[in-house]
């Protein structure tokens, strides 16, 4: 079972547009929210994060929407640019430092 | 700054045969992981370790093992490979403070089981 679900599979966006990814959990003790950013052939990486007393948290282009009531987050992703080209995924954690990923999103920005 | 080193970086396996991926990282972090990422399934948590000498299984432990001797090494053993275990795993540490955590991911090792 998925702790946590993550949408969309795949999204396709134009330069300069927004992306949006959503993620929602059911599980209250998740107490800290990260995305990842993984290319072809690399582990992911950390993009930013969110703690669940944040309502949003914005770094650069990146922003996080988390809506605690509700049990959804979202990456937004503003003025994408080919480069953001990547596999997203959103996560949560409990237990000290135990993580559960999303699916993940395939980005796919077009010039 | 090495980070996080998995080997191999791609292996084929016959059915039944045993092999251990390698991870080690020199962060002197105290918390190790093994995942495995499968198309369309994100990541699943296989083993943890808190520290040198303790182990605890994640999500989808079965036909693994790990042990955890060192703080800089954490390999994962499978014993009787089995078509399923076609995927690729990706090693990560964290460290020990829990406010604002990185995951630091190592680059991943392919595995194919025919």
């Known amino acids: 079972q998925q702790q946590v679900k993550q949408s969309p599979q795949s999204l396709i966006v134009q330069k300069g547009g927004i992306s949006i990814i959503n993620c929602a959990y059911e599980?209250?003790?998740?107490?800290?929210f990260p995305w990842y950013q993984q290319f072809p052939g690399k582990g992911p990486a950390l993009l930013i994060a969110?703690?669940?007393?944040?309502s949003e948290k914005k770094e650069g282009r990146f922003t996080i929407s988390f809506n605690k009531s509700a049990k959804q987050f979202s990456l937004h992703i503003m003025d994408s640019q080919p480069g953001d080209s990547a596999t997203y995924f959103c996560a949560a954690r409990k237990d000290f430092n135990k993580f559960y990923f999303g699916s993940g999103t395939k980005l796919n920005v077009k010039p | 700054n090495a980070g996080v080193t998995q080997t191999p970086k791609f292996r084929i396996l016959k059915i039944g045969q045993s092999m251990t991926l390698q991870c080690t990282q020199d962060?002197?972090?105290?918390?190790m992981y093994w995942y495995r990422q499968d198309p369309g399934m994100g990541l699943k948590l296989i083993y943890y370790s808190v520290g040198a000498g303790i182990t605890d299984k994640g999500e989808v432990p079965n036909g693994y093992n790990v042990s955890r001797s060192t703080t800089e090494d954490f390999p994962l053993r499978l014993e009787l490979a089995a078509p399923s275990q076609t995927s690729v795993y990706f090693c990560a540490s964290t460290p020990l403070k829990l406010s604002n955590t990185e995951a630091f991911f190592g680059q991943g090792t392919r595995l194919t089981v025919v």
């Open positions: 969110i703690r669940p007393d944040v």
């Open positions: 962060m002197n972090h105290n918390y």
């Open positions: 599980n209250t003790a998740f107490d800290y």
